[in-house]
């Protein structure tokens, strides 16, 4: 960081040298997050903003400088959440959001383009819930779970493609159970049901699939024990 810095410091027209230095601010945000010193995190993070910022503002063409600035704008939502700021949790999420959607609009054919676009809308639709805003999480959900389910049609031997639209189902799932409809969270979790079981079976020494499935088995036999359902609770338990 202190050689990007007087590198920075020396050339501050320069837009690699300053992207070098938010890159690194990034990075030591990072460490600073898994060593649990909140407030450094938050502090180079937002410094690694403002340069960001500035490079997008300078170039809006510029693809690269775009991407940096949605990045600098996750780690301030996600340091906003880990404080409780959902207000400025949210207003860091949706520029974040609408920066990935015109870079996914852009690419229309990149998958990585569009898994950024679906993490992004995850990501506003968990805050959105934790807000209490359950139409805004549903939207965000709902067109979460589009791009999944096509990116995971797309390439059917992609785990990370599966696993993707199998956590958004079970998010709908979950949700749909939080406002009473039982009859949506179950449809939700029967076809993240069937994801599961496929990458279980595809897999079967893997532990992390089938601790996947054994979650959704127990979500649905909750499910059909609350209708009073024991033969098919039992059978999913």
Request: charged content about 25%; some cysteine.
């Amino acid at each position: 960081l202190s050689i990007a810095r007087t590198l920075a410091d020396a050339d501050p027209g320069n837009a690699d040298a300053q992207r070098d230095l938010s890159g690194s601010l990034i990075k030591v945000g990072n460490v600073m997050v898994q060593a649990g010193a909140h407030a450094s995190a938050a502090a180079a993070f937002e410094e690694s903003f403002t340069l960001s910022r500035s490079l997008a503002d300078a170039d809006p063409s510029n693809a690269v400088s775009q991407r940096d600035l949605a990045v600098s704008l996750s780690k301030i939502g996600n340091g906003k959440l880990r404080a409780g700021d959902l207000v400025g949790a949210l207003a860091a999420y949706e520029e974040h959001l609408s920066i990935v959607r015109v870079l996914a609009a852009a690419n229309p054919e990149s998958a990585e383009a569009q898994r950024d676009l679906s993490v992004s809308l995850g990501r506003l639709g968990d805050v959105k819930r934790e807000a209490g805003d359950i139409a805004g999480a549903f939207l965000a959900y709902s067109q979460c779970l589009y791009i999944d389910r096509k990116l995971a049609e797309a390439d059917v031997g992609s785990t990370q493609a599966q696993d993707d639209l199998s956590v958004t189902l079970d998010r709908i799932g979950q949700m749909k159970l939080s406002v009473g409809d039982r009859a949506g969270a179950l449809s939700a979790y029967e076809q993240s049901l069937t994801v599961r079981r496929t990458q279980a079976a595809v897999d079967p020494g893997n532990a992390v699939a089938q601790r996947a499935l054994m979650i959704v088995l127990q979500r649905i036999g909750d499910l059909k024990l609350r209708d009073s359902d024991p033969d098919a609770a039992g059978a999913a338990f």
